[in-house]
């Protein structure tokens, strides 16, 4: 898909960080599965793993127990999955950031500081983060607007002219978060899981887009923005606006395309 010739220099990345610079995800397919096979349940399949990719904690753990009906509260089911996810995590070995609440970041990038330190923990947006109301994870905008106004706010104590949200690029491989950087006016790379990307088949513009309608609130509010200190939500794009580009792989990454120069 061609990028809009009319969209400005990228002056910020703003990224994602399980199933995308750490590949937790099939890790945690293999946790949850040895779960699911222990009470006889079948393993989790694509069409249930999709929902739950780059949700909040409460709202994909509603989803997978509604689902998988185990003789388990959800308390216990966490704890069976996190003695597994000990055993399975500290194999991850890439390189940041997102609905992930604090406990299992640090779970997941301990093994990883020297990768991780190009963040700085000021601009860590996890999803434990007060500043995100309840119910205002991902597919809602306002982690990646938190983002921004973290880098802004820095601009803001130096002088600088602050970024807006056309200038930042969101690398993604869910869904939801896809649609969250969409509707935070910015542009969004898709990078998916080859399984997710073969669910949503014939559906990859509208998951661009911002348009499978995983955002049930704030419709029609306008555009996105940070404003007196309250995040907005916005709607999401257009079919083909040249906004949001899909790629298998970051490999080769078209620097040259987002006005990015490296040195």
């Known amino acids: ?4 010739s009319s969209l400005p220099p990228i002056r910020a990345c703003l990224f994602d960080m399980d199933g995308l610079l750490i590949d937790s995800e099939d890790l945690y397919t293999i946790c949850t599965n040895e779960v699911l096979r222990e009470y006889g349940r079948p393993d989790l399949p694509w069409s249930i793993k999709a929902q739950l990719q780059g949700r909040p904690r409460p709202e994909a753990q509603r989803i997978f127990h509604a689902w998988a009906q185990l003789p388990l509260t959800p308390t216990e089911f966490d704890d069976k999955q996190s003695q597994l996810q000990r055993k399975y995590f500290p194999r991850i070995y890439l ?3 997102t609905s992930s609440h604090t406990g299992n970041f640090h779970l997941k990038t301990a093994h990883l500081s020297s990768l991780f330190s190009i963040f700085a923990p000021l601009h860590r947006v996890l999803g434990d983060d007060p500043r995100i109301a309840p119910g205002r994870g991902k597919p ?3 982690i990646y607007l938190l983002a921004l106004e973290t880098i802004n ?3 803001r104590e ?3 002219r602050e970024l807006r949200p056309d200038e ?3 690398f993604e491989d869910s869904v939801p978060g896809v649609e969250a950087g969409r509707r935070a006016g910015m542009q969004v790379i898709w990078c998916p899981h080859p399984e997710l990307l073969e669910e949503y088949r014939g559906r990859e513009k509208d998951v661009l887009a911002g348009l499978t309608g995983e955002h049930k609130g704030d419709e029609g509010v306008g555009c996105a923005e940070v404003s007196e200190g309250k995040i907005k939500s916005g709607q999401p794009g257009n079919v083909d606006d040249g906004w ?4 298998e792989t970051l490999e080769n990454f078209p620097y040259e395309t987002y006005g990015i120069k490296i040195l």
């Open 140 to 142: 809602a905008p306002d």
């Open 95 to 97: 390189a940041l950031a």
């Open 1 to 4: 898909m061609a990028i809009s």
């Open 244 to 247: 949001a580009r899909l790629l």
């Open 168 to 170: 930042c690029l969101v």
């Open 158 to 160: 130096k002088g600088e």
């Open 153 to 155: 706010a820095s601009l």
